[in-house]
């Protein structure tokens, strides 16, 4: 079995034939139970604990249910107008600690689709079921991909080029498109990607120049934190000498040729000012400048991939304008060659805080770092070896995990059971890695590992900060060579920040590592404070932990799926989620745009206005 938290990738995996059996045998009495539409047969298949996540196939939402009263509930919803068939298992079950683990493929009335289940004592525990396909809009791949050019005589011939330049030429001002995106970062790029390849005419707005540019712009010491394998971009991976850590504009420049080379209709130089539904129309009415220019789009479809990361967060502490030196948000920080021989104080102590101070540290600047809260740092290392490395890895890929069946296998693992499976992986990180933990927290280092020490991943989901990859800043922290200081800012003086407990650091640079805010937040700004709070927090499980307030959603808030204003959508994450995820949210857009039916079941309600 894969363990997606397995601090043991066990890449020898077990295929007896009782695994097939056993499978074979629920699959089999679950799809009678479906077919004679049983729902209280088909629920008493799963076990007392259980999880079914649904991606798209059979709720057209993003849904993970609980226990077999959800299971029931899911299917009386859903199952009619389903109708699912034709459920088979796919390559050999394997077999683990009393787990029993098949891949399925499976029908539906619009679609088809790849399932995953685990048993445990001969009833599901965990089920996932996604769609991969709608009948009748299969992705022009393989067999099916376009000849590129008509062999014989036409007098008429349009060539490749002429096409693409019509095209261009018409989308968005004589013709409308179905779906706008709203943001042309990676997320808004592997969307775009997807809809073309679906036929769906799109426009991606982005107010940078040139794709890229979001990575481009900022600290000139990035690389991604990710690894490679964790990277990939639909349709076209990375070739096999891309650096495991990409520098922020080498990503930057392969953004750019993916935009080209997958036919994108991307709008750079373009900020979208405004956008309002028209009920009666069923459209939207976006306003744009572009370069100077300003351009009414009228798309049925909305799709905001701002950036989870998008809006800055920016204390204004008093004394802030009577400050002499320099000061900026992370986002704006223009890179460490300035400030070689001056005082910095970069307040904040995760990731881009690190990164920053390493940099300031680097290029010669007498750095202090200012801690306000606790941080989980895992070195980059450790987190490879034992939370990525058994799905996302050069061993993974040898072993035949390729992206897709990584991708999977995370997905199987529904939210409400991850952190424990995340916890032993942070437990044997901590314990290989004492030493580092020990100078650090001597250096008088605040230190956590989450709320329930289930550590950077789960952060990540819940509340998208609190955490530092570590590629080397942490040693600087722990061996002095970066200052630290602890407590909250009260006030800036023309050359000092001041703590609350009276230390006064100098500075001629303060740099706010401060984090980002919700990205309804951005979104607000173009639609209106109104439906921004109507749609309510973007990112999140609701799991209680902090920043991350309940109720449980089981889903991430609002993400790739639909929201309580009709048309409208996020899209976004981390390269691995932008990737997976796109699918989904692009499948979704299509059936609309066919006009197939798209019942939605669960549609989240709106908990938290920001
Ligand atoms: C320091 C740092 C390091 C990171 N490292 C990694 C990593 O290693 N791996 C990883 O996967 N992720 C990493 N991330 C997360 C990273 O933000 C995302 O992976 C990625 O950039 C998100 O892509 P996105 O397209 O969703 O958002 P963004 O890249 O933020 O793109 C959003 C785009 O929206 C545009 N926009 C905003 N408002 C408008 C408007 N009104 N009109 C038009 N356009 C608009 C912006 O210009 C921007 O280009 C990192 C983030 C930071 C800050």
Redesign the pocket.
Known sequence: MWRIAGSEAPLTIDHPAEATTRADTWLTAFQDALSARDVERAASLFADECYWRDLVSFTWNLLTVEGRDGVADLLRGTLEHTDPRNFTITGEPSEADGVTEAWLSFETATGRGTGHLRLADGKAWTLLTTLDELKGHEEPRKQRRPKGTEHGANRDRVTWLEQREAEQAELGHTRQPEVVV???????IALGARLRQLGVPTII????ERPG???RK?YKS?A???PVWY?HLPYLPFPDNWPVFAPKDKIGDWLEMYTKVMELNYWGS???RSATYDEKAQQWEVVVDRAGEEVTLRPRQLVF??????KPNVPVFPGHDRFLGDQHHS?QHPGADAYAGKKAVVIGSN??AH?ICGALWEAGADVTMVQRSSTCVIKSDSLMEHGLGPLYSEQAVASGVDTRTADLVFASLPYRIMADFQKPVYDTIREQDADFYEKLERAGFDLDFGDDDSGLFMKYLRRGSGYYIDVGAAQLVADGSVKLAKGQVTELTEREVVLDDGTRLEADLVVYATGFRSMNG?AAD?IGQEMADRVGKVWGLGSGTTKDPGPWEGEQRNMWKPTQQKALWFH?????Q?RHYSLYLALQLKARAEGVPTPVYGLQASHHTS
Do not use: F
């Open positions: 709203i943001g042309g970062g990676q997320g808004g707005v982005e107010r940078n540019d979001s990575w900022r990035l991604l934190h990710d990277d373009t900020t979208a991939a701002l950036g989870v990361s998008g986002s990731n881009s990164d951005l173009i976004g994450g981390n390269l691995h932008s």
